[in-house]
Protein backbone atom coordinates (compact mmCIF):
# COMPACT_ATOMS: atom_id res chain seq x y z
CA UNK A 1 0.00 0.00 0.00
CA UNK A 2 1.17 3.50 -0.56
CA UNK A 3 0.65 6.55 1.27
CA UNK A 4 0.17 8.98 -1.95
CA UNK A 5 -2.62 6.48 -2.45
CA UNK A 6 -4.26 6.06 1.23
CA UNK A 7 -4.40 10.29 1.15
CA UNK A 8 -6.75 9.92 -1.91
CA UNK A 9 -8.95 7.33 -0.12
CA UNK A 10 -8.99 9.28 3.13
CA UNK A 11 -9.86 12.54 1.24
CA UNK A 12 -12.76 11.03 -1.01
CA UNK A 13 -14.45 10.74 2.50
CA UNK A 14 -15.13 14.43 2.75
CA UNK A 15 -17.45 15.96 0.43
CA UNK A 16 -16.93 19.73 1.69
CA UNK A 17 -13.16 19.77 2.15
CA UNK A 18 -10.72 20.92 -0.88
CA UNK A 19 -8.66 17.84 -1.63
CA UNK A 20 -5.35 19.71 -1.32
CA UNK A 21 -5.80 20.26 2.12
CA UNK A 22 -5.09 16.60 2.42
CA UNK A 23 -1.33 16.48 2.93
CA UNK A 24 0.68 13.50 5.18
CA UNK A 25 0.75 16.15 7.89
CA UNK A 26 -2.68 16.99 8.22
CA UNK A 27 -4.24 17.01 11.30
CA UNK A 28 -6.92 15.12 9.99
CA UNK A 29 -9.54 15.93 13.21
CA UNK A 30 -8.66 19.69 13.05
CA UNK A 31 -10.58 20.29 9.69
CA UNK A 32 -14.01 21.55 9.89
CA UNK A 33 -15.60 18.87 8.33
CA UNK A 34 -14.54 16.51 10.50
CA UNK A 35 -17.09 14.55 12.31
CA UNK A 36 -18.27 11.29 13.78
CA UNK A 37 -19.88 10.16 10.81
CA UNK A 38 -16.39 10.68 8.67
CA UNK A 39 -14.79 8.80 11.05
CA UNK A 40 -16.83 5.97 10.55
CA UNK A 41 -16.67 6.25 6.81
CA UNK A 42 -12.96 6.33 7.76
CA UNK A 43 -12.98 3.02 8.84
CA UNK A 44 -15.33 1.35 7.11
CA UNK A 45 -13.12 2.60 3.59
CA UNK A 46 -10.49 1.05 5.46
CA UNK A 47 -11.86 -1.73 6.17
CA UNK A 48 -13.38 -2.39 2.69
CA UNK A 49 -10.00 -1.13 1.03
CA UNK A 50 -7.50 -2.83 3.28
CA UNK A 51 -9.47 -5.43 4.82
CA UNK A 52 -8.07 -3.85 8.02
CA UNK A 53 -10.45 -3.39 11.11
CA UNK A 54 -9.56 0.11 12.69
CA UNK A 55 -11.02 0.83 16.49
CA UNK A 56 -12.18 3.47 17.18
CA UNK A 57 -9.13 4.42 19.64
CA UNK A 58 -7.20 3.82 16.34
CA UNK A 59 -8.66 7.24 15.49
CA UNK A 60 -8.31 9.14 18.53
CA UNK A 61 -4.35 7.70 18.58
CA UNK A 62 -3.78 8.73 14.98
CA UNK A 63 -3.34 13.15 14.74
CA UNK A 64 -2.00 13.02 11.57
CA UNK A 65 -2.92 11.37 8.26
CA UNK A 66 0.27 9.56 8.20
CA UNK A 67 -0.06 8.41 11.56
CA UNK A 68 -3.36 7.04 10.62
CA UNK A 69 -1.83 5.30 7.49
CA UNK A 70 1.10 3.49 10.16
CA UNK A 71 -1.55 2.19 11.81
CA UNK A 72 -3.39 0.56 8.80
CA UNK A 73 0.26 -0.48 7.50
CA UNK A 74 1.23 -2.41 10.97
CA UNK A 75 -2.35 -4.27 10.78
CA UNK A 76 -2.10 -5.43 7.63
CA UNK B 1 -43.10 -16.29 51.04
CA UNK B 2 -43.88 -18.27 47.55
CA UNK B 3 -45.95 -15.54 45.96
CA UNK B 4 -44.27 -14.80 42.69
CA UNK B 5 -46.56 -13.56 39.79
CA UNK B 6 -43.01 -13.64 37.50
CA UNK B 7 -42.17 -17.21 38.32
CA UNK B 8 -41.46 -19.33 35.68
CA UNK B 9 -41.78 -22.58 37.36
CA UNK B 10 -41.92 -25.58 34.84
CA UNK B 11 -42.13 -23.50 31.53
CA UNK B 12 -40.12 -24.92 28.69
CA UNK B 13 -38.45 -22.20 27.36
CA UNK B 14 -36.30 -21.72 23.63
CA UNK B 15 -33.68 -19.17 23.98
CA UNK B 16 -31.56 -18.32 21.22
CA UNK B 17 -28.29 -16.71 20.93
CA UNK B 18 -27.64 -17.76 24.44
CA UNK B 19 -24.09 -18.50 23.94
CA UNK B 20 -23.18 -14.58 25.11
CA UNK B 21 -24.47 -10.87 25.90
CA UNK B 22 -28.26 -10.70 26.29
CA UNK B 23 -29.41 -14.34 25.29
CA UNK B 24 -26.91 -15.63 27.72
CA UNK B 25 -27.88 -13.32 30.76
CA UNK B 26 -31.78 -14.78 29.99
CA UNK B 27 -30.93 -18.62 29.98
CA UNK B 28 -29.52 -17.75 33.12
CA UNK B 29 -31.83 -15.74 35.14
CA UNK B 30 -35.11 -18.05 33.58
CA UNK B 31 -33.85 -20.95 35.07
CA UNK B 32 -32.94 -19.29 38.70
CA UNK B 33 -36.95 -18.35 37.75
CA UNK B 34 -37.64 -21.95 37.69
CA UNK B 35 -37.78 -22.51 34.02
CA UNK B 36 -36.62 -25.40 31.96
CA UNK B 37 -34.42 -23.62 29.54
CA UNK B 38 -33.57 -24.92 25.83
CA UNK B 39 -30.42 -23.11 24.78
CA UNK B 40 -29.33 -22.85 21.32
CA UNK B 41 -25.95 -21.23 19.46
CA UNK B 42 -23.96 -21.88 16.86
CA UNK B 43 -20.32 -21.84 18.83
CA UNK B 44 -20.40 -24.97 21.28
CA UNK B 45 -17.25 -23.52 23.25
CA UNK B 46 -19.21 -20.34 24.60
CA UNK B 47 -22.40 -21.85 24.54
CA UNK B 48 -21.02 -24.92 26.99
CA UNK B 49 -19.92 -21.91 29.77
CA UNK B 50 -23.71 -20.65 29.41
CA UNK B 51 -25.28 -24.57 30.04
CA UNK B 52 -22.73 -25.14 32.99
CA UNK B 53 -24.14 -21.46 34.72
CA UNK B 54 -27.45 -22.75 34.49
CA UNK B 55 -29.10 -23.41 37.99
CA UNK B 56 -31.82 -26.67 38.32
CA UNK B 57 -31.74 -29.19 36.15
CA UNK B 58 -34.14 -30.73 32.86
CA UNK B 59 -31.95 -28.14 30.52
CA UNK B 60 -31.17 -28.77 26.94
CA UNK B 61 -28.64 -27.59 24.79
CA UNK B 62 -28.20 -27.61 21.04
CA UNK B 63 -25.65 -26.24 18.89
CA UNK B 64 -27.17 -25.28 15.35
CA UNK B 65 -26.85 -22.25 12.90
CA UNK B 66 -30.29 -21.28 12.15
CA UNK B 67 -29.59 -19.77 8.84
CA UNK B 68 -29.15 -22.86 7.93
CA UNK B 69 -32.52 -24.61 6.87
CA UNK B 70 -31.28 -28.15 7.67
CA UNK B 71 -29.97 -26.91 11.35
CA UNK B 72 -33.27 -25.34 12.18
CA UNK B 73 -35.43 -28.05 10.89
CA UNK B 74 -33.33 -30.50 13.42
CA UNK B 75 -33.75 -28.23 15.84
CA UNK B 76 -37.41 -28.03 15.29
CA UNK B 77 -37.41 -32.26 15.69
CA UNK B 78 -35.65 -32.18 18.89
CA UNK B 79 -37.67 -29.42 20.97
CA UNK B 80 -40.58 -30.44 23.25
CA UNK B 81 -43.57 -28.67 23.20
CA UNK B 82 -42.60 -24.93 24.31
CA UNK B 83 -44.21 -22.45 26.51
CA UNK B 84 -41.77 -19.89 25.78
CA UNK B 85 -39.14 -18.68 22.72
CA UNK B 86 -37.29 -15.98 22.93
CA UNK B 87 -35.72 -14.88 19.76
CA UNK B 88 -32.61 -13.07 20.80
CA UNK B 89 -29.43 -13.91 18.47
CA UNK B 90 -28.55 -11.15 16.62
CA UNK B 91 -25.46 -8.81 15.33
CA UNK B 92 -24.60 -5.47 13.92
CA UNK B 93 -22.33 -3.90 11.74
CA UNK B 94 -21.82 -0.14 11.71
CA UNK B 95 -21.64 1.11 7.63
CA UNK B 96 -22.48 4.48 6.79
CA UNK B 97 -24.53 4.52 3.81
CA UNK B 98 -22.25 4.24 1.10
CA UNK B 99 -20.91 1.54 2.58
CA UNK B 100 -23.62 -0.81 2.17
CA UNK B 101 -23.21 -3.94 0.64
CA UNK B 102 -25.02 -6.61 -0.41
CA UNK B 103 -22.86 -9.58 2.09
CA UNK B 104 -23.32 -7.17 4.70
CA UNK B 105 -26.87 -6.68 4.73
CA UNK B 106 -27.99 -10.06 3.82
CA UNK B 107 -26.07 -11.51 6.31
CA UNK B 108 -27.59 -8.89 9.14
CA UNK B 109 -31.24 -9.33 7.46
CA UNK B 110 -30.72 -13.40 7.58
CA UNK B 111 -29.47 -13.57 11.14
CA UNK B 112 -31.60 -10.88 12.84
CA UNK B 113 -34.89 -10.74 10.95
CA UNK B 114 -35.73 -13.81 8.30
CA UNK B 115 -33.99 -16.65 11.06
CA UNK B 116 -36.25 -15.42 13.82
CA UNK B 117 -39.63 -15.40 11.29
CA UNK B 118 -38.64 -18.64 10.15
CA UNK B 119 -37.81 -20.18 13.76
CA UNK B 120 -41.46 -18.93 14.78
CA UNK B 121 -43.07 -20.04 11.72
CA UNK B 122 -41.81 -23.34 12.16
CA UNK B 123 -42.56 -24.10 15.48
CA UNK B 124 -46.45 -22.86 14.90
CA UNK B 125 -46.15 -25.38 11.75
CA UNK B 126 -45.44 -27.54 13.96
CA UNK B 127 -47.44 -27.33 16.81
CA UNK B 128 -44.76 -26.43 19.20
CA UNK B 129 -46.58 -23.93 21.19
CA UNK B 130 -48.27 -25.36 24.22
CA UNK B 131 -51.53 -23.34 25.13
CA UNK B 132 -50.75 -19.66 26.04
CA UNK B 133 -46.92 -19.44 25.35
CA UNK B 134 -45.18 -16.55 25.10
CA UNK B 135 -43.13 -15.31 22.20
CA UNK B 136 -40.69 -12.64 22.93
CA UNK B 137 -38.25 -10.47 20.25
CA UNK B 138 -34.90 -9.17 20.87
CA UNK B 139 -35.70 -6.01 19.33
CA UNK B 140 -33.73 -2.65 20.03
CA UNK B 141 -35.07 1.05 20.48
CA UNK B 142 -32.67 1.41 17.04
CA UNK B 143 -34.77 1.51 14.43
CA UNK B 144 -37.63 1.42 16.61
CA UNK B 145 -38.12 4.44 18.52
CA UNK B 146 -34.51 6.48 17.66
CA UNK B 147 -32.15 6.07 14.89
CA UNK B 148 -28.44 6.57 15.37
CA UNK B 149 -25.72 7.30 12.76
CA UNK B 150 -24.00 4.23 10.57
CA UNK B 151 -26.51 2.12 11.78
CA UNK B 152 -29.21 1.67 8.87
CA UNK B 153 -28.65 -2.19 7.96
CA UNK B 154 -29.52 -3.25 11.44
CA UNK B 155 -32.20 -0.81 12.69
CA UNK B 156 -33.88 -1.72 9.29
CA UNK B 157 -33.54 -5.14 10.33
CA UNK B 158 -34.67 -4.60 13.93
CA UNK B 159 -38.10 -2.56 12.62
CA UNK B 160 -39.12 -4.88 10.47
CA UNK B 161 -39.19 -7.30 13.26
CA UNK B 162 -40.97 -5.59 15.40
CA UNK B 163 -43.34 -5.24 12.66
CA UNK B 164 -43.37 -9.13 12.08
CA UNK B 165 -43.91 -8.93 16.35
CA UNK B 166 -47.09 -7.24 15.73
CA UNK B 167 -48.46 -8.79 13.13
CA UNK B 168 -47.93 -12.19 14.86
CA UNK B 169 -49.16 -10.97 18.23
CA UNK B 170 -53.34 -10.67 16.30
CA UNK B 171 -52.65 -13.70 14.20
CA UNK B 172 -51.68 -15.71 16.96
CA UNK B 173 -53.97 -14.22 19.83
CA UNK B 174 -56.57 -16.63 18.63
CA UNK B 175 -54.66 -19.58 20.02
CA UNK B 176 -53.69 -17.86 23.27
CA UNK B 177 -49.66 -17.28 22.31
CA UNK B 178 -48.92 -13.77 22.64
CA UNK B 179 -46.33 -11.82 21.47
CA UNK B 180 -44.24 -9.03 22.45
CA UNK B 181 -40.31 -7.97 22.17
CA UNK B 182 -38.00 -6.19 24.42
CA UNK B 183 -36.29 -2.37 22.57
CA UNK B 184 -33.08 -1.93 24.67
CA UNK B 185 -30.71 1.12 24.38
CA UNK B 186 -27.03 -0.09 24.73
CA UNK B 187 -26.16 -2.80 26.65
CA UNK B 188 -22.61 -3.96 27.92
CA UNK B 189 -22.49 -7.02 25.41
CA UNK B 190 -19.95 -8.64 22.92
CA UNK B 191 -22.31 -7.09 20.28
CA UNK B 192 -21.30 -3.33 21.63
CA UNK B 193 -17.74 -3.91 22.41
CA UNK B 194 -16.12 -4.22 19.05
CA UNK B 195 -13.98 -1.14 19.24
CA UNK B 196 -15.70 0.79 16.27
CA UNK B 197 -16.29 3.29 18.87
CA UNK B 198 -13.93 4.65 20.89
CA UNK B 199 -13.32 5.33 24.79
CA UNK B 200 -14.23 9.13 23.83
CA UNK B 201 -17.00 8.20 21.84
CA UNK B 202 -18.33 6.01 24.37
CA UNK B 203 -18.09 8.24 27.45
CA UNK B 204 -19.87 10.83 25.26
CA UNK B 205 -22.55 8.78 24.30
CA UNK B 206 -23.40 7.60 27.97
CA UNK B 207 -23.81 11.21 28.49
CA UNK B 208 -27.18 11.00 26.71
CA UNK B 209 -28.63 8.27 28.74
CA UNK B 210 -30.72 10.30 31.59
CA UNK B 211 -29.68 7.55 33.71
CA UNK B 212 -25.65 8.19 32.87
CA UNK B 213 -24.72 4.42 32.30
CA UNK B 214 -25.74 1.51 29.62
CA UNK B 215 -27.28 -1.34 30.79
CA UNK B 216 -26.27 -5.20 32.04
CA UNK B 217 -27.84 -7.53 29.93
CA UNK B 218 -29.61 -9.30 33.07
CA UNK B 219 -31.87 -5.89 33.03
CA UNK B 220 -32.64 -6.65 29.66
CA UNK B 221 -33.21 -10.53 30.89
CA UNK B 222 -35.60 -9.12 33.48
CA UNK B 223 -37.85 -7.73 30.99
CA UNK B 224 -38.44 -10.78 28.73
CA UNK B 225 -38.87 -12.92 32.16
CA UNK B 226 -42.13 -10.55 32.70
CA UNK B 227 -43.12 -11.43 28.83
CA UNK B 228 -42.56 -14.45 29.30
CA UNK B 229 -44.48 -15.02 32.84
CA UNK B 230 -48.55 -14.70 33.53
CA UNK B 231 -47.62 -11.68 35.04
CA UNK B 232 -48.06 -10.23 31.72
CA UNK B 233 -51.11 -12.33 30.70
CA UNK B 234 -52.79 -9.56 29.46
CA UNK B 235 -49.79 -7.89 27.47
CA UNK B 236 -49.58 -8.90 23.60
CA UNK B 237 -48.46 -6.37 20.68
CA UNK B 238 -46.03 -4.60 22.99
CA UNK B 239 -42.78 -3.35 22.42
CA UNK B 240 -40.83 -2.68 25.89
CA UNK B 241 -38.63 -0.25 26.09
CA UNK B 242 -35.54 -1.00 28.52
CA UNK B 243 -33.26 1.85 27.66
CA UNK B 244 -32.08 4.38 30.48
CA UNK B 245 -34.39 7.32 29.28
CA UNK B 246 -32.35 7.89 26.43
CA UNK B 247 -35.35 7.82 24.37
CA UNK B 248 -36.79 10.52 26.09
Known amino acids: MELQEFIEKFAAQFDETDASAFTPETEFKALDEWSSLTALSIISMVDEEYEVLLKGNDIVNAETIDDLYQIVKSKR | MSYNPFSLDGKITLITGASSGIGQATAIECSKMGAKVIITARNEERLNETFAQLEGDGHQKIIADLTIPEDL ?3 IESIP ?12 KTLPLKFINEHDLINILNINTF ?3 FLTQRCIK ?10 VFSSSVGGV ?3 SLGNSMYEMSKNAIDAFMRSAALELAHNGIRCNSVNPGMIETPLIHRGTYSEEDRRKDIEKY ?10 VAFGIIYLLSDASAWVTGTSLKIDGGVTL
Open chain 2, 115 to 117: TPV
Open chain 2, 73 to 75: DRL
Open chain 2, 210 to 219: PLKKYGQPQE
Open chain 2, 81 to 92: QLDGLVNNAGVI
Open chain 2, 145 to 147: YKV
Open chain 2, 126 to 135: KKKFSKKASI
